[in-house]
């Protein structure tokens, strides 16, 4: 949130005259108001909150947008929102040894007319290989690739066109076939009657 209020997702903006991270940051800083300092910039952008501004701020440093261990500006981008995404792009990069995980979380609850509540739960975790495929790539490059294969093969119904994977004929042989790839959801199921609580799953 701070960093796009300080203008960093900016597409419009001309930087021909920037040639370093100051220079960035004066600009930025100039076509919101023109602040005494980066600081006081920094936490305008995060509405007065001091903990979210000196996060951002740290994060910044982290990067070497500013401090003492300042990385090369990018003088070949052409927008700000170019600018910032080579920073990310050069340091958010994974290490050799490094890999990505991929957590989704899903609660729904409900309850009945005879006072019997149930909540489920849904839990996905998917790590990433070495060197080969992050969990990100795996998670949404392969439904779509079995989803793809579906069609192909007209095991959909016939459906066609823009679809939702709201119905069994989608959801369950892309569920299957995902899980053979090893993304697999955990499920169960709480269930909370008067004066007792059991769980499913």
Not at 193 to 201: A, E, K, L, N
Request: proline share 3%; charged share 25%.
């Amino acid at each position: 949130h701070v960093f796009q209020t300080m203008g960093f997702f900016d597409s419009t903006t001309p930087i021909d005259s920037v040639n370093s991270w100051d220079d960035l940051l004066d600009l930025l800083n100039n076509s919101r108001g023109g602040f005494s300092s980066i600081e006081d910039f920094m936490l305008a952008c995060a509405e007065d909150d001091y903990e979210e501004a000196m996060r951002a701020r740290a994060c910044l440093e982290w990067l070497g947008m500013i401090g003492d261990n300042k990385v090369p500006f990018p003088t070949e981008a052409r927008s700000v929102v170019d600018v910032f995404c080579q920073l990310l792009e050069d340091q958010l990069c994974y290490g050799e040894t490094e890999r990505d995980m991929v957590c989704m979380h899903h609660t729904i609850g409900a309850e009945f007319s005879d006072g019997t509540i149930e909540k489920h739960f849904s839990s996905l975790q998917v790590f990433g290989t070495e060197a080969t495929m992050s969990a990100m790539c795996k998670t949404v490059g392969v439904p779509a690739g079995i989803a793809a294969d579906l069609i192909l093969k007209g095991e959909l119904d016939g459906k066609t066109g823009l679809l939702l994977p709201t119905s069994k004929a989608i959801y369950q042989p892309t569920l299957e076939a995902c899980k053979k790839e090893g993304i697999v959801f955990e499920e169960h199921v709480k269930v909370e009657q008067q004066g007792s609580t059991s769980y499913v799953g």
